[in-house]
């Protein structure tokens, strides 16, 4: 019943731009602290940010900080991901997740998990 959707993904080149877009469905969005994490081929799936129900508060591991923004919009039931300055290590498969803890930095800390959407970055 819960689905969360991310979309935004596709190829760009290095130094690009994407913004990736997760809408949620079948809860109570902002009752639910949101994240977004990566996993590239080969590698174990990392956190990129997360961001608090009312987005106050957010936290970014190390591949996010200074080049991705995470935010919400909870009129829409969606959470979003800015990329900035893309690089080919940034390829990966990027999943939006829900959980109900605050600033959850661990993926065992969340209860819902979306499909994920591709991105690739040429060099």
């Known amino acids: 019943q819960v689905q969360l959707v991310a979309s935004g993904g596709g190829l760009v080149q290095a130094g690009g731009s994407l913004r990736l877009s997760c809408a949620a469905s079948g809860l109570t969005f902002n009752n639910y602290n949101m994240g977004w994490f990566r996993q590239a081929p080969g590698k174990e799936r990392e956190l990129v940010a997360t961001?608090?129900?009312?987005?106050?508060?957010?936290y970014y591991g190390d591949s996010g900080k200074g080049r991705f923004t995470i935010s919400r919009d909870n009129a829409k039931n969606t959470v979003y991901l800015q990329m900035n300055s893309l690089k080919p290590a940034d390829t990966a498969v990027y999943y939006c997740a829900a959980a109900v803890r605050v600033l959850p930095l661990r993926s065992q800390e969340y209860r819902y998990w979306g499909q994920g959407t591709q991105v690739t970055v040429s060099s």
């Open positions: 961001i608090t129900w009312s987005g106050d508060s957010t």
